[in-house]
């Protein structure tokens, strides 16, 4: 099963991967200076069954939504983060239109930074969060508070990734279509360059490095070859 996060920038996003798999996601040198995710990363978490969970961490800055985009095009459940203290935020909103026009319908809302709040904030903005997920494909998910400090909620969240592994089940792999080669007709020209022509998609097409086919033959006898003019020689023996 593939796991890709969403969710606004310093959320928590990259912190949670790493609570839950040990690896740390974000390997560039500018974003260990800025602190902020600009590339895709990805983790891995192995579970009891032997099923191996594979993680996607996407960017939550509006300028790389692109690269947001092109890691949750492959995933098959997703986990919105949401941090206690500030709530849903714009890039919030948009990861989740991304998610559900892309048509994943598994996930669960992970509130973190739960350490900074009271119980009431955190109720609250369970509230804004279902709202938030009427009308989407997340609708009724479930809202799991966790602390990258304290730890909690991770074991938690960690159990509820394998359950959904094994509900999940192996993806099909697509089988690859056949390769085409291309066809090599003969035309019959006593020229080497036009005598083999490579037909793609019905097209006929000269190879560009071309390749003599069958056992190379002298140079006297190449078609090509031209033979010595004869009065030529006789003068050249003269002078000699």
């Excluded at 394998?162 to 509900?167: P, Y």
């Amino acid at each position: 099963m593939i796991v890709g996060t969403a969710g606004h920038i310093d959320h928590g996003k990259t912190a949670l991967v790493h609570a839950l798999t040990g690896i740390a996601t974000d390997r560039l040198k500018e974003e260990k200076a800025r602190g902020i995710t600009i590339d895709l990363g990805f983790a891995y978490l192995p579970a009891p069954d032997g099923r191996v969970l594979g993680f996607v961490d996407v960017p939550g800055h509006e300028k790389f939504v692109h690269n947001m985009l092109a890691g949750a095009g492959g995933i098959d459940f997703v986990l919105l983060v949401v941090a206690a203290d500030d709530g849903v935020m714009p890039q919030t909103r948009e990861h989740l239109a991304i998610v559900d026009l892309l048509g994943v319908g598994r996930g669960v809302v992970v509130l973190t930074k739960v350490d900074l709040v009271s119980v009431e904030r955190r109720q609250a903005v369970a509230a804004e969060i279902a709202q938030m997920l009427d009308d989407t494909g997340l609708a009724g998910a479930d809202v799991l508070a966790v602390s990258i400090v304290s730890g909690e909620g991770i074991d938690s969240l960690r159990a509820r990734l394998f359950a959904e592994a094994q509900a999940v089940g192996q993806r099909p792999q697509r089988a690859l279509p056949p390769r085409r080669r291309p066809l090599i007709h003969t035309d019959g020209c006593r020229h080497r360059r036009h005598r083999h022509r490579l037909v793609r998609n019905g097209r006929r097409r000269r190879p560009r490095n071309h390749q003599p086919v069958g056992p190379s033959r002298p140079r006297s006898l190449h078609p090509r070859a031209k033979s010595p003019d004869p009065a030529w020689t006789s003068r050249r023996a003269l002078r000699a």
